[in-house]
């Protein structure tokens, strides 16, 4: 297991900020389902309880969900950056998934990329469980 390390990051113009554990070197997905595809970010997931919001950051965030309603697209009521977000594959609660390129410099040493089918959600949750 790698070592674990507090990761720093948030929205665009700071009124949303977190703090998260997780490996310098993270492994990210990238989905194509109708939303991501069209925002263009990838993420990694961690635990709900390795992440934590900082400061007043609450007041700032507003949600969007569709379809299932199951995913909980986060974003900054002022720039309009969703740096963070709770996936349908981890209902509320159990994990956050942090846009990677909406953490601070400095700590994340490598980003290994991999696609997820998110048009065929059952089918690409289905494979990735078998990979894990």
């Excluded at 974003?75 to 740096?83: E, M, P």
């Excluded at 998934?97 to 700590?107: A, E, F, N, Q, R």
Aim: charged share 15%.
């Amino acid at each position: 297991m790698s070592a674990e390390f507090i990761h720093t990051g948030g929205c665009h113009c700071k009124s949303v900020r977190w703090q998260v554990e997780a490996p310098a070197s993270v492994v990210a997905l990238e989905c194509n389902c109708s939303y991501c595809s069209m925002r263009g970010t990838s993420g990694f997931s961690v635990p709900s309880s390795k992440f934590k919001l900082i400061g007043d950051s609450n007041n700032f965030i507003s949600t969007y969900s569709f379809n299932t309603h199951t995913a909980r697209h986060t974003f900054c009521k002022v720039c309009g950056i969703t740096s963070f977000y709770t996936p349908r594959s981890n209902p509320p609660g159990n994990a956050v998934t942090v846009v990677v390129s909406c953490v601070d410099p400095g700590t994340i040493s490598h980003v290994e990329i991999r696609h997820f089918d998110g048009r065929d959600f059952e089918k690409a949750i289905e494979r990735l469980a078998q990979e894990n």
